[in-house]
């Protein structure tokens, strides 16, 4: 079975603080992947990152970094200097490679961020 | 760049009614997904279409039956509409791995 917890329900945070989203999954797939959307109030899905389970490298865009560790089968998103166009929640989710070949995202809870000015 | 198109954005049935939701996917992607999500939770996966055939299915209703048409848009259609049905809709299409999310089609059943 895959699972995908992200531990953090609510974070509140001050503009310009950092701040990280923790993800941590569970697969008995050797190759899968792994994303992270984020869910603004508007209501609409967006793609930010897929990362493949042989490619540990961490992964920086812009003010957005992301640390992947499968020792610890985590999957870690920061923001830096964040801004109240960040508040959002965040969805952390993974596809596995079972036979059969399902793509199904299997979604975290979701952290609902919010940044104030 | 082209986008996941869903229509109708809103929808507002009673109980027992029937509806349909359509999705256009991005072209040339090969797979497109259906999930639903309540309020307050995380996308729940109902079926996926690869190549115009059913590829998966998750906790899809029975009352529910979707299929993807030679256009590779597809369909999700929605039968004795109960309270609990009420949620917002997404169909994601993909291609190797990367699904891109329309913007839903909240539906309300009243």
């Known amino acids: 079975a895959q699972k995908v917890t992200q531990a953090q329900t609510e974070i509140s945070v001050v503009e310009k603080e950092d701040v990280t989203l923790d993800c941590v999954y569970e697969t008995r797939d050797t190759t899968y992947y792994l994303f992270w959307y984020k869910q603004p109030p508007s209501g609409e899905l967006v793609f930010l990152i897929r990362?493949?389970?042989?490619?540990?490298q961490n992964e920086i865009s812009g003010r957005y970094s992301w640390n992947f560790q499968k020792s610890t089968s985590s999957f870690n998103f920061t923001i830096t200097a964040s801004q109240v166009v960040d508040s959002a929640v965040y969805f952390c989710?993974?596809?596995?490679?079972?036979?059969?070949?399902?793509?199904?995202?299997?979604f975290g809870k979701g952290t609902k961020l919010t940044v104030n000015p | 760049a082209a986008g996941v198109i869903q229509s109708p954005r809103h929808l507002i049935k009673e109980k027992r009614e029937t509806a349909t939701l359509k999705c256009y996917p991005i072209?040339?992607?090969?797979?497109v997904y259906w999930y639903q999500q309540g309020p307050g939770q995380d996308p729940q996966f109902l079926i996926s279409f690869y190549e115009k055939m059913q590829s998966d299915k998750g906790s899809i209703p029975d009352r529910f039956s979707a299929q993807q048409f030679s256009d590779y848009h597809s369909e999700l259609n929605m039968s004795s509409l109960e309270l609990g049905d009420s949620a917002l809709y997404f169909c994601?299409?993909?291609?190797?791995?990367?699904?891109?999310f329309g913007p839903g089609t909240r539906l309300t059943v009243t």
């Open positions: 989710a993974l596809i596995g490679t079972p036979q059969g070949g399902s793509e199904k995202l299997v």
């Open positions: 072209p040339r992607h090969d797979t």
């Open positions: 994601a299409s993909s291609y190797f791995y990367e699904q891109y």
């Open positions: 990362r493949n389970s042989f490619d540990e």
